[in-house]
C-alpha cells in the first residue's frame, strides 16, 4: 500500500494516450508528463502525435509519437509492444478518442450506429486488451476511459452515441472486475460539457449560456479539468479505486430542472 506521503508524481512511471490532440488528449499528456510520466503519443494525424511528444519533451520528460489508426486491432497491440519496450514497463493507458455523430432515431442508419461505435467504443476495448495483457505481467497499471454524460442521460440525436458510451462504461466495469486481483484498476471519467476545439464555438456564445444555465456549477469545462482527473486515476492516489465512472461536469448529470430556481412545490 502507498506510503500516507505519497502524492501525484509519477517520476519514472510510462503512460499511453490514444488520441492527443489539441483538448483533452494534449492536456492529459501535458499533466501526465508534468508529473514526471514519460509518455507514448498516439493519434491518426502524424503531427498531432509529433507535437504531443515535443510538449512531453518540453516539459522535462520524454514522448513517443506513434502515427496509426486505433480501430486497427494489430496497430494498437503494436503501440503496447513500442511502449512496453521503450520504456521497459506501462503504468497507465488513457483513451480519450471519440465523437459524437449525431442522428435523430429516425433518420439513424447503419453506417452511423457502425461509425459511433468504432469510434467510440472500439479504440477504448482494444487499449483496455493490450494494455491489461503488460500490466497483468508487472502486477499493476490503471486503464482510463473517456464515456460521455450522453452515456446516462439522453439527448435529441445521441441514440447511437451514448448506447456506445454506456457500452464503454459496462466493457469498463466487466474490466475492472476481471483485473482487479492482478492489480490492474479500471475507470472511467464522463465529461459533461467541456471547450475542446471542437465546440469552442460555445464560448461567449448564446448556447453557451443557455448549456450554463444548465449546469450547477454556472460554467463549462476544460479540457485541463478533465486531464486532471486522468492524472488522479493515473496515479497511487487512487489505488483502491476501480470500476468508476467520474463525473467531470459541473454537476450536471445530479440536476433535476426546476421551472425557475425559486420554483416550490405547493
Ligand atoms: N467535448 C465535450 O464536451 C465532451 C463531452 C463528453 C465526452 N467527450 C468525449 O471526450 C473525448 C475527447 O473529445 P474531443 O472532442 O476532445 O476529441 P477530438 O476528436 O478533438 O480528439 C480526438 C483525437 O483523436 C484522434 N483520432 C480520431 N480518430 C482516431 C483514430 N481512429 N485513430 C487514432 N487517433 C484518432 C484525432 O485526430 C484527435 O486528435 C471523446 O471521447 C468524446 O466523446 C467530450
Not at 179 to 205: D, E, M, Y
Not at 208 to 225: D, K, T, W, Y
Request: with cysteine.
Amino acid at each position: 500500500m502507498m506510503a500516507q506521503t505519497d502524492v501525484l508524481g509519477l517520476d519514472g512511471a510510462a503512460a499511453i494516450v490514444l488520441g492527443v490532440g489539441p483538448g483533452m488528449g494534449l492536456e492529459t499528456v501535458r499533466v501526465l508528463a508534468s508529473a514526471g510520466a514519460r509518455v507514448t503519443c498516439v493519434d491518426l494525424q502524424e503531427d498531432i502525435a509529433e507535437s504531443a511528444k515535443e510538449l512531453a519533451a518540453e516539459l522535462g520528460s520524454e514522448g513517443m509519437a506513434l502515427t496509426g489508426d486505433a480501430t486497427d486491432r494489430s496497430f494498437v497491440d503494436s503501440v503496447v509492444e513500442q511502449s512496453v519496450s521503450r520504456w521497459g514497463r506501462l503504468d497507465s493507458s488513457v483513451s480519450i478518442i471519440g465523437r459524437n455523430q449525431l442522428a435523430t432515431l429516425e433518420e439513424s442508419t447503419d453506417e452511423n450506429w457502425t461509425s459511433n461505435w468504432d469510434i467510440n467504443l472500439r479504440p477504448p476495448l482494444l487499449l483496455t486488451q493490450a494494455s491489461a495483457k503488460a500490466m497483468k505481467k508487472q502486477g499493476s497499471g490503471s486503464i482510463v476511459v473517456i464515456t460521455s454524460i450522453n452515456g446516462t442521460l439522453s439527448s435529441p440525436r445521441a441514440a447511437a452515441y451514448g448506447a456506445a458510451k454506456a457500452g464503454l462504461v459496462s466493457m469498463m466495469r466487466t474490466a475492472a472486475v476481471e483485473f482487479g486481483r492482478s492489480g490492474v484498476r479500471v475507470n472511467a471519467i464522463s465529461p459533461g460539457v467541456v471547450l475542446t476545439p471542437r465546440i469552442s464555438f460555445l464560448a461567449g456564445s448564446e448556447e453557451g449560456a443557455q448549456f450554463e444555465a444548465r449546469i450547477p456549477m454556472g460554467r463549462l469545462g476544460s479540457p485541463h479539468e478533465i486531464a486532471n482527473t486522468a492524472l488522479f486515476l493515473a496515479s497511487p492516489m487512487s489505488s483502491y479505486v476501480t470500476g468508476q465512472v467520474i463525473g467531470v461536469d459541473g454537476g450536471a448529470s445530479v440536476a433535476y430542472q426546476l421551472p425557475t430556481p425559486e420554483w416550490k412545490q405547493h
